[in-house]
């Protein structure tokens, strides 16, 4: 079971900004472990998109960005294109489950 | 080119025993820990086991004491061994490579192997 809770679904029009919101609690986010995302596009395994909070990978676009207060964090995608289509997951270490995983959004581009 | 590889998915009845594979290319395989998470189709992401490169192994309670984590560095392969399998276990199962410069966040994922538990 997911204890970090994303809503559901997201959407935009192109060129919007969007922002998926992950909330965990004072046993992971809070306890000051970092907050890592992940695209899933269909049919395909997950992609690193943002770790340790902040930090993009190499190749991943600047459109996305991440930021982490208190028990929670945020994905935020702005200038939405077609291909961000996808779902996304946020990630944290818990104190007591380890490794946890948040409940899943999907972005749709409208 | 970095890549992960699973291997060994199938269908296995209830009870049974399966033994994933996942082969590593590319990358110093010794130096990274590395990962299982499942994805029930069309549900969420699940974390299920790491192995750290001292062979320090860790667990998702519901699967401690039936999977069992291993890695072969002379191979660059890593396994799970899944015994007394459930319907529950059913999922894509994921191998996947902890960051160097964050080992919380998984860098480098394989494309998957289905496991079906049912009689």
């Known amino acids: 079971q997911s204890v970090l809770t994303q809503p559901p679904s997201v959407s935009g029009a192109p060129g919007q900004r969007v922002a998926i919101s992950c909330t965990g609690s004072?046993?992971?986010?809070?306890?000051?472990?970092?907050v890592h995302w992940y695209q899933q596009l269909p049919g395909t395994a997950p992609k690193l998109l943002i770790y340790?909070?902040?930090n993009r990978p190499s190749g991943v676009p600047a459109r996305f960005s991440g930021s982490k207060s208190g028990t929670s964090a945020s994905l935020a995608i702005t200038g939405l294109q077609a291909e961000d289509e996808a779902d996304y997951y946020c990630q944290s270490y818990d104190s007591s489950l380890s490794y946890v995983f948040g409940t899943g959004t999907k972005v749709t581009v409208l | 080119e970095v890549q992960l590889v699973e291997s060994g998915g199938g269908l296995v009845q209830p009870g049974g025993s399966l033994k994933l594979s996942c082969a590593a290319s590319g990358f110093i395989f010794s130096s990274y820990d590395m990962h299982w998470v499942r994805q029930p189709t069309g549900k969420g992401l699940e974390w299920v086991s790491a192995i750290g490169t001292a062979g320090d192994t860790y667990y998702l309670g519901s699967v401690k004491g039936r999977f069992t984590i291993s890695r072969e560095n002379a191979k660059k392969s890593w396994y799970l061994q899944m015994n007394s399998l459930r319907a529950g276990d059913t999922a894509v199962y994921y191998c996947?490579?902890?960051?160097?410069?964050?080992?919380?966040?998984?860098?480098?994922w394989g494309q998957g192997t289905m496991v079906i538990v049912s009689s």
């Open positions: 340790g909070n902040i």
């Open positions: 004072s046993s992971n986010i809070g306890a000051g472990y970092d």
């Open positions: 996947a490579r902890a960051s160097l410069v964050n080992p919380f966040a998984l860098d480098i």
